[in-house]
């Protein structure tokens, strides 16, 4: 049973609106080995496409030896170099995982303290190791703080806060629902798994809570903001599960990609070479079927195999930068374009000065005359004062 179209409006998949499942398949759910196929196959057709376009153009460009030579040269020294690259790279992130023996006993100790905190919320003795499993319970910490905030709210006199909490909680539990089809329909220690996790899209739950905090604040007992507390809590772990898995994702791939980049690129080099030397050599006969010689679809083979480095890297940089975009979230914050989150509003007083002409000549002209008011009128107020001060000294006088 399919249960992809059937999500809460809180819960943002990693799929976008309107995708299609060829690109879908494409950029996340793929094997990379069979999307690196398949784009070596695109780029083979592609190439016998215009190859049959042009045939004419095409032999002669390939007759000239040395422009074919030189093609080859520059994708077998790029293949020595994209290899030499991401071997670097890798040797760069694994220099981060050799660390002395106390810095391995606070990532242990982290770990199972994690894991307790997560034991409280579902009042289980020992948590589930496998992260699929994990994640399980942590969504069933989530419906288990869902329960209990819609029994406070239940008891609460105010009926706008018990329509909010049965909205939000309904929201919640089929957001919670989704994620735990995905997950026991993905195939253990599979690709699968790792995207249900980060499938499951916290942060709107989490803005929604807060607000709903903040909307009832003068009103809620100490019950019910406890409960809501809690909620809050349990997404908060939620979220560091989710970019706990999605760094190990990421570790994941970049081991993969290096080893099978170098077990792709070594064959590469050797056949490109041989390539070269054959094409040097002139060891292909001069027949044509179709406007097809064998030389043409040598090269155009080729020069499909050489760019598989390349493909492959492809691939693996296509899917990764794929899970970065559709996981732009950390904490409340929201990145997505397709969540429907409302914006705050608030009421923004009217300006009392007009800050675009500040330092322009209008705006100094009438400082000045705002200030040769002021001190004529205070020059006017002094001379009341002395007229003032002299008119009484001529009473008391004449007196």
């Known amino acids: 049973m399919s249960n992809s179209d059937e999500r809460g409006p809180l819960n943002v998949p990693l799929s976008t609106p309107g995708e299609s499942r060829v690109k879908r398949w494409l950029l996340l759910t793929g094997g990379r080995l069979t999307v690196t196929l ?54 760069v992130v694994l220099s981060q995982e050799i660390t002395d023996l106390e810095n391995q006993e606070e990532r242990i100790e982290a770990s199972l303290d994690f894991h307790r905190r997560i034991e409280g919320f579902i009042e289980a003795d020992v948590t589930p190791a496998r992260p699929a499993d994990f994640m399980v319970a942590v969504l069933y910490g989530i419906s288990v703080q869902l329960r209990e905030l819609t029994s406070v709210a239940a008891d609460s006199t105010n009926e706008e806060f018990r329509a909010d909490v049965e909205t939000l909680t309904t929201e919640i539990s089929e957001a919670v629902q989704n994620a735990r089809w995905a997950l026991e329909d993905a195939d253990m220690g599979a690709f699968e798994v790792l995207l249900a996790g980060l499938d499951y899209e916290y942060s709107e739950q989490l803005h929604a809570i807060r607000g709903l905090k903040r909307k009832h604040a003068g009103e809620l007992t100490d019950e019910e903001g406890q409960a809501i507390d809690e909620l809050i809590d349990v997404l908060q772990h939620v979220g560091t599960s989710r970019e706990y898995f999605k760094s190990l994702y990421y570790k994941r791939e970049l081991a993969f990609l290096s080893s099978r980049l170098l077990y792709v690129a070594l064959p590469v080099i050797v056949f490109t070479s041989y390539v070269i030397l054959a094409v040097d050599a002139q060891m292909f006969p001069s027949v ?50 397709q969540s429907d989150i409302e914006s705050l509003d608030w009421d923004v007083p009217e300006p009392t000065r007009d800050w675009a002409l500040v330092g322009t000549e209008e705006y100094l002209t009438e400082e000045v005359d705002e200030a040769v008011e002021e001190d004529t009128g205070s020059e006017g107020d002094e001379t009341i004062d002395e007229r003032t001060d002299e008119g009484t000294d001529e009473m008391a006088d004449g007196g």
Do not use: C, W
């Open 288 to 337: 044509s079927f179709y406007g097809l010689t064998p030389l043409l679809l040598s090269i155009i083979f080729a020069y499909t195999v050489a760019l598989a480095p390349y493909l492959v890297l492809t691939s693996y940089i296509v899917r990764s930068v794929s899970v970065t975009l559709r996981t732009l979230a950390a904490g409340p914050f929201i990145l997505q374009e």
């Open 38 to 91: 398949v784009l070596m196959i695109g780029v083979f057709g592609v190439i016998l496409v215009l190859s049959l376009v042009k045939p004419v153009g095409m032999h002669d460009l390939l007759n000239e030896t040395n422009a074919t030579q030189r093609l080859f040269s520059s994708l077998l020294s790029g293949a020595i170099l994209l290899v030499s690259v991401v071997v670097s790279i890798n040797s």
